[in-house]
């Protein structure tokens, strides 16, 4: 059962140089009380993807084709009144800076009613009530009091919470969460990732998970896509993608993962992704490829599927076991 669905996804900016596309037929789903994470580098299309979904876009980003099915609708075709009733009612962001999000001018307290009569329509105690429930919900100590406190006299990790506050607030189906911790310690971090799984099995929120950190993925996805330039270029379970990954990006992604136990130098990913000026032919990766081949240099791989549910888009696959999907 899918709560929404991206489907062939395409993207692209008006730039100086004329129009260039971001994203190209990006697909993935998210269920109810599950965990998709969005895997990659910077500047790899991962945003911009959440961002779609609540139709948060720069002015030179269009959408050139694709749906976007939520309860039977298609949210890129949603008449702006109807799509304002599902931003932070029904999909909510947590963005990736606690530090900046949150006005330091008015009280946390003023900021999470100010969310909660405009989505929900409740006034006065009501709305104070609510307000206080979803601190604790957090689990913000002494809650009541904490409505009084101004953003600069929380910790970082107390703003994350108060922003997550604010997207349950609602009652949001769907949670995006935009590297939710990139900002906090690693202590704070484990606590947050902690929070949204209780709150993903409590509540059956459906969480995209945006971030670059595979170790963060491992403990707490349930389904995995990794995206390269625009493309997402395997997806599969958790359990299934950790066992056999595929993709030879993902391979060095998870090479370039940090481990206190390796005694040996950390790998790193040769060059940067391209940028979307940059015009490259066949496989995206190839430039940056330990396995390229000629083939990979003019044509772009189709999608392999190579385990349970798993797919990759290499021609490092193309061969009888694997069926082109
Ligand atoms: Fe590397 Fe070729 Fe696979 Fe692309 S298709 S990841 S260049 S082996």
Same mark, same amino acid.
């Given at each position: 059962m899918t709560v929404l669905e991206v489907k062939n996804l395409n993207l692209g900016f008006e730039c100086e140089c004329g129009f260039r596309q971001a994203l190209y037929d990006v697909s993935f789903s998210l269920e109810p009380g599950k965990m998709h994470a969005l895997v990659g580098?910077? =500047?790899? =299309?991962k945003t911009i993807s959440a961002m779609s979904i609540l139709r *948060?876009? %720069?002015?030179?980003?269009? $959408?050139?084709s694709g749906e976007i099915l939520y309860d039977s609708n298609d949210i890129l075709k949603l008449p702006v009144k109807k799509l304002q009733k599902l931003r932070g009612a029904k999909i909510a962001l947590i963005p990736q800076d606690p530090m900046t999000s949150l006005? %330091? *001018?008015?009280?946390i307290g003023d900021q999470l009613l100010e969310v909660i009569k405009i989505h929900q329509g409740l006034q006065g105690k009501e709305a104070f009530n609510k307000a206080v429930e979803a601190l604790e919900l957090v689990r913000i100590p002494c809650a009541k009091e904490r #409505?009084?406190?101004? %953003?600069?006299?929380?910790s970082g990790g107390m703003k994350q919470r108060a922003i997550i506050a604010m997207a349950l607030a609602c009652n949001a189906e769907i949670l995006i969460a935009? &590297? %939710? !911790? !990139?900002? *906090?310690d690693v202590t704070i971090q484990a606590q947050i990732m902690n929070l949204l799984k209780d709150i993903q099995k409590n509540t059956g929120t459906a969480i995209l998970l945006i971030t670059h950190d595979l170790a963060l993925v491992s403990e707490n996805a349930d389904y995995v896509s990794v995206m390269y330039a625009g493309h997402i270029v395997e997806n599969a379970p958790a359990d299934e993608f950790f066992q056999n990954p595929n993709h030879p990006y993902t391979l060095a992604l998870l090479k370039s993962m940090p481990s206190v136990r390796r005694n040996e130098k950390l790998s790193t990913i040769t060059g940067q992704p391209p940028s979307i000026q940059q015009f490259i032919n066949g496989c995206k990766f190839h430039p940056r490829c &330990?396995?390229? #081949?000629? $083939?990979c240099k003019n044509i772009v791989p189709p999608v392999y599927y190579? =385990? &349970?549910?798993h797919f990759s888009s290499c021609f490092?696959?193309?061969?009888?076991r694997c069926n082109e999907g």
């Amino acid at each position: 059962m899918t709560v929404l669905e991206v489907k062939n996804l395409n993207l692209g900016f008006e730039c100086e140089c004329g129009f260039r596309q971001a994203l190209y037929d990006v697909s993935f789903s998210l269920e109810p009380g599950k965990m998709h994470a969005l895997v990659g580098e910077s =500047g790899c =299309g991962k945003t911009i993807s959440a961002m779609s979904i609540l139709r *948060l876009l %720069p002015k030179t980003a269009y $959408i050139t084709s694709g749906e976007i099915l939520y309860d039977s609708n298609d949210i890129l075709k949603l008449p702006v009144k109807k799509l304002q009733k599902l931003r932070g009612a029904k999909i909510a962001l947590i963005p990736q800076d606690p530090m900046t999000s949150l006005n %330091p *001018l008015y009280t946390i307290g003023d900021q999470l009613l100010e969310v909660i009569k405009i989505h929900q329509g409740l006034q006065g105690k009501e709305a104070f009530n609510k307000a206080v429930e979803a601190l604790e919900l957090v689990r913000i100590p002494c809650a009541k009091e904490r #409505m009084k406190a101004y %953003p600069h006299e929380f910790s970082g990790g107390m703003k994350q919470r108060a922003i997550i506050a604010m997207a349950l607030a609602c009652n949001a189906e769907i949670l995006i969460a935009d &590297e %939710p !911790t !990139t900002a *906090l310690d690693v202590t704070i971090q484990a606590q947050i990732m902690n929070l949204l799984k209780d709150i993903q099995k409590n509540t059956g929120t459906a969480i995209l998970l945006i971030t670059h950190d595979l170790a963060l993925v491992s403990e707490n996805a349930d389904y995995v896509s990794v995206m390269y330039a625009g493309h997402i270029v395997e997806n599969a379970p958790a359990d299934e993608f950790f066992q056999n990954p595929n993709h030879p990006y993902t391979l060095a992604l998870l090479k370039s993962m940090p481990s206190v136990r390796r005694n040996e130098k950390l790998s790193t990913i040769t060059g940067q992704p391209p940028s979307i000026q940059q015009f490259i032919n066949g496989c995206k990766f190839h430039p940056r490829c &330990e396995n390229c #081949m000629d $083939i990979c240099k003019n044509i772009v791989p189709p999608v392999y599927y190579v =385990g &349970e549910n798993h797919f990759s888009s290499c021609f490092l696959n193309k061969d009888d076991r694997c069926n082109e999907g």
